[in-house]
């Protein structure tokens, strides 16, 4: 029934009980899977009568709501930071987007988006209501539903391009591609807003017509689309006898009024706007129009030809007038180059820039900036009255048209040459700069007399000292305080010096060949606890320097003793080189079964009174595993002190937690070291556990408060330290 | 007209940004005080000092760092950052002209046609934005020449890069593309 063939023989009629779990063929009852996961749904009855499926939800986000056992009380309590974070961006994205009336499956994908936004660590040093609106917005884009990225600012009280910024670092990182802006979208909603009643649709036809047509004639190309939709709406709703004023309109759409009212003058401009509401409904014009800043340009360019032709053509005398004050004025009006440009000739310019400017220059200089001022403000105070006068084309009063009218024929002279001029000071002094590199300042090409000029006198410096003190009395007075304060501090020796915040940087990786370098440069690298003592610890591992052994045992950790203790037998045997030996003895002793621990915390019992004071927790007893062979033929060393002392052997001693599953190892070095190393452990607990951990790298879990146990010598053969739970 | 026709197109700097350092501590209240040129925001710690000829402007600040902009060719920049490092000395400071660089270059182009912003947006896609509520342009960033190009529809470009030849190049490679969603000549 399943499809399947039994293993065992052939057959393909299995029987599947979902009720036990398990597949059996019938043929010959060989039993092909058991423990099945059912996908049934069981329904129970309630005492109430009602009935509900068993079982419990587990949702597709989060390990935080995997169903806990005998959990209830600490809710938040197993939950990773990262679960956290997500479900505080889902309920947030959910509060936006109920505000915006987005629709279950757009709050969907903003939450993806946001996963994957998080995931790419897009969220760090930005506010998570930012990155959220762009995650919503990202998904109004995809989705094209009408929300402005202003509707979202609007909600949370943040600037739109503060906004604008999160969403395109959004859409550029997460690759997605928001297809662009289309105004169409957003006239229903505008409508709607708008209270049309009964002719809502056909209002909004119209508008769409229009913006299509506003469209063709490029007046939406980088024009925000809400001021598009205004415009078409006004228009719209005008031509339907809807009376709807500009401030109506802009209080829905979001647009300042003069924005409306350009686009309105805009659409002016295009040809369908010379057709009536009839024709407009029925003619396609086919032509397109340039977009509107484009013929604005155009048009200015064009009135300047215009001014040319007029200037150098027919001149009614207003503008002769102007004419001849212009030529009398104009060397003058050039600012810096006014004095050199006098005299009209360009040898003179040059000469004179590129050499020594005397003070007579300057008071020119100063006297034509004066004058240049005067005449700039009479030139724009008789503005109308000369354009007019002069019939121009364009409108009155226009700086730019002035500025147009003015320029004609010596700016550009006089431009070209300071161009020309400059060109060549800069290629003058470029060249041996290059060669000199950094270092000494290269001094061609700079005039000292000028610079002199940006200089204050002795006196007028003076006068500017007195003025900026006076101005900035408080400020002064305030650090004057702030030094004496520091003075006095320092005095007292409570000053403490600001330290520059030190840059953050990153750690390297530690690179080590072996295991025990890589624990010898992070301890380097970081203290771990001001309550160890960390000459000890250093004599330990200096004393313990030689032996590649210590890695070894690390892995040897989680095999069994009897392992350990076979691979020590050969060792010791091997004593007659008395340094192997000892290398060999260095490593610790690891336990790993309870069943040897039993035969050792048997041979403990009676001579530590400690720990026979704890008979009711025989596994928390630890011992130094050293099996009895291999004491055995180690006494011969034992009998030399000195050597022992001087060597440091670490014993693991492994402890059994109070349920047996956990296994904290502790290492003690033995012999009279050994006490050093006991005041090792004088610290709290925890920071037993962490030096332990640091140490020797492996993981612990909770180490109850300890107390270090000198075990007598004859019971276990060397001194042995026993690390009671 | 096609799109490798040599149309010379006139690439117009508008600003130059460049950096050097003096190796030298400056007395900012100094230079406030003895400069006729000068702006001295207290609150911010830096001076502003003006040069004419060429018209730069320079933020000094006290570590001897000294940013100028203003200038409109490279040649320019260093010329102004020389003589302000010049007129420093005057002021009596220990300058060293040193780690001169040019930062960044702000240049203006126009293309002698207009732009369709959104077909030009969905044909270059990773590499250029377009958000009309936001910028009435189109962003288009050139990550190997660390150049960034706003693009308006009237065909007028804005270019920044790190110097004067990555805008060049910058407007080199761009050309093809914007021609390609030039609107048509009907």
New interface residues.
């Given amino acids: 029934m399943t499809g399947r063939v039994c293993r065992g023989c052939g057959g393909t009629d299995i029987e599947l009980d979902a009720a036990r779990g398990d597949a059996v063929c019938t043929a010959c009852g060989s039993v092909l899977e058991d423990n099945i996961i059912v996908s049934e749904v069981q329904f129970v009855e309630s005492s109430g009568g009602g009935s509900s499926a068993v079982g419990q939800f587990v949702s597709l986000d989060g390990a935080g709501k995997t169903p806990t056992l005998g959990g209830g009380f600490h809710v938040n309590l197993g939950k990773e930071s990262r679960a956290q974070t997500l479900q505080n961006g889902r309920r947030h994205i959910h509060h936006l987007g109920n505000q915006l009336q987005l629709n279950q499956h757009c709050l969907d994908t903003a939450f993806n988006f946001f996963k994957m936004a998080v995931s790419r660590h897009l969220t760090r040093g930005r506010k998570m209501a930012h990155v959220i609106a762009a995650c919503l917005y990202l998904v109004c884009r995809t989705e094209g539903t009408p929300h ?3 509707d979202l600012s609007d909600l949370l009280q943040v600037n ?2 503060v906004l ?1 910024k999160t ?2 670092l959004l ?2 990182e997460l ?1 997605i ?1 928001a297809p ?2 289309d105004p169409c979208l957003y006239i229903p909603r505008f409508a709607h807003l708008l209270e049309f009643g009964e002719k809502n649709h056909e209002v909004s036809m119209t508008a769409l017509r229009l913006l299509q047509r506003m469209k063709r004639d ?1 007046m ?7 001021g598009l939709c205004g415009a078409a709406l006004l228009v719209a709703a005008r031509m339907h006898d809807f009376r709807r004023t500009v401030k109506e309109v802009i209080s829905v759409v979001k647009v300042c009024e003069s924005t409306l009212r350009k686009r309105l003058t805009e659409f002016e401009d295009t040809p369908t706007s010379q057709l009536t509401i009839d024709e407009f409904m029925k003619i396609d014009l086919e ?2 129009c ?2 509107p ?2 013929t604005a ?1 155009q048009r200015k360019l064009r009135m300047k030809q215009v001014v040319l032709a007029l200037s150098s053509g027919e001149i009614s005398s207003y503008q002769d007038a102007i004419e001849i004050e212009l030529e009398s004025s104009r060397p003058k009006a050039k ?2 180059l006014a004095s050199l440009a006098k005299d009209g000739s360009v040898e003179d310019t040059a000469s004179s820039l590129c050499g020594e400017e005397d003070t007579e220059d300057e008071e020119l200089e100063a006297a034509a900036s004066h004058l240049n001022k005067d005449l700039y403000r009479e030139l724009l105070g008789a503005t109308p009255g000369s354009s007019e006068a002069a019939g121009s084309p364009q409108g009155s009063g226009r700086p730019p048209a002035l500025q147009s009218l003015l320029d004609p024929l010596p700016t550009a002279a006089s431009l070209g040459i300071s161009d020309s001029i ?1 060109e060549c ?3 003058q ?2 060249d041996p ?1 290059d060669a000199s590199g ?6 061609s ?2 005039d ?1 007399l ?7 006198n002795e006196s ?2 003076r006068v ?2 007195e003025l ?1 003190m006076r101005e ?1 009395a408080e ?1 002064l007075r305030e650090q004057r305080e702030k030094e004496a304060r520091i003075a006095k501090e320092k005095e007292l020796g409570i000053y403490k010096e600001h330290k520059p915040k030190k840059s953050c940087k990153r750690r390297e990786p530690i690179q080590a060949s072996t295991a025990r370098e890589a624990i010898e440069k992070m301890l380097e690298q970081k203290k771990i606890s001001s309550k160890i003592n960390y000459s000890v610890l250093r004599g330990l591992s200096s004393a313990g320097g030689g032996s590649p052994h210590r890695e070894d045992a690390r892995p040897q950790h989680s095999g069994s003793a009897r392992k350990l203790s076979r691979r020590r037998t050969p060792a010791s045997t091997s004593a007659a080189d008395p340094v192997t030996s000892m290398g060999k003895r260095l490593r610790p002793l690891v336990s790993t079964q309870p069943a040897k621990k039993a035969a050792t915390g048997e041979g403990l019992l009676p001579s530590s009174p400690a720990l026979g004071a704890e008979p009711a927790r025989p596994q928390a007893v630890l011992v130094e595993s050293g099996p009895v062979s291999y004491h055995a033929d180690e006494e011969a060393e034992e009998e030399e002190p000195d050597e022992e002392d001087g060597e440091l052997c670490v014993s693991a001693l492994q402890m059994m937690g109070g349920d047996g599953g956990a296994c904290p190892v502790a290492l003690v070095p033995r012999g009279p070291l050994h006490w050093d190393g006991v005041s090792l452990w004088q610290g709290e607990p925890d920071q037993v556990s962490a030096c332990v951990c640091s140490t020797v790298g492996w993981a612990f879990p909770e180490l109850g408060p300890a107390a270090c146990h000198r075990l007598p010598q004859g019971s276990s053969k060397a001194g042995t330290v026993a690390l009671l739970l | 007209m096609d799109a490798d026709s040599d149309v010379a197109l006139d690439i117009l700097i508008t600003n130059v940004v460049c950096v050097f350092r003096t190796r030298c501590h400056l007395n900012l209240r100094k230079i406030a005080l003895e400069g006729a040129n000068v702006i001295y925001k207290r609150d911010v710690g830096k001076v502003l000092m003006k040069l004419r000829k060429p018209r730069i402007t320079a933020t000094i600040w006290s570590s001897g760092k000294i940013i100028c902009t203003g200038a409109t060719s490279e040649e320019e920049a260093k010329f102004g950052a020389r003589r302000l490092a010049r007129s420093l000395q005057k002021l009596g400071f220990q300058v060293i002209f040193t780690d001169f660089k040019v930062v960044n270059v702000l240049a203006v182009c126009n293309m002698p046609f207009e732009i369709r912003l959104p077909e030009f947006t969905k044909n270059n896609r990773p590499h250029a934005s377009y958000e009309p509520e936001l910028h009435p342009a189109v962003c288009y960033r050139i990550k190997s020449l660390r150049a960034t190009l706003q693009i308006f529809s009237t065909g007028s470009i804005t270019v920044t890069g790190p110097n004067v030849k990555a805008v060049a190049t910058a407007v080199e490679q761009i050309y093809p593309f914007v021609f390609e969603s030039r609107k048509e000549i009907l």
């Fill in positions: 402005m990225l202003l739109v391009y604008g969403f395109l859409a550029r690759c591609n662009a802006i490029w939406h190309t980088g024009r925000r689309p809400s032509e397109e340039d977009p800043s484009y340009g600012g810096g400059r000071i800069s290629s002094s470029s700069k950094d270092g000494e300042l290269d001094l090409g700079i000292d000028e610079i002199d000029r940006y200089i204050l007028e410096a500017k000292a900026w900035n400020y």
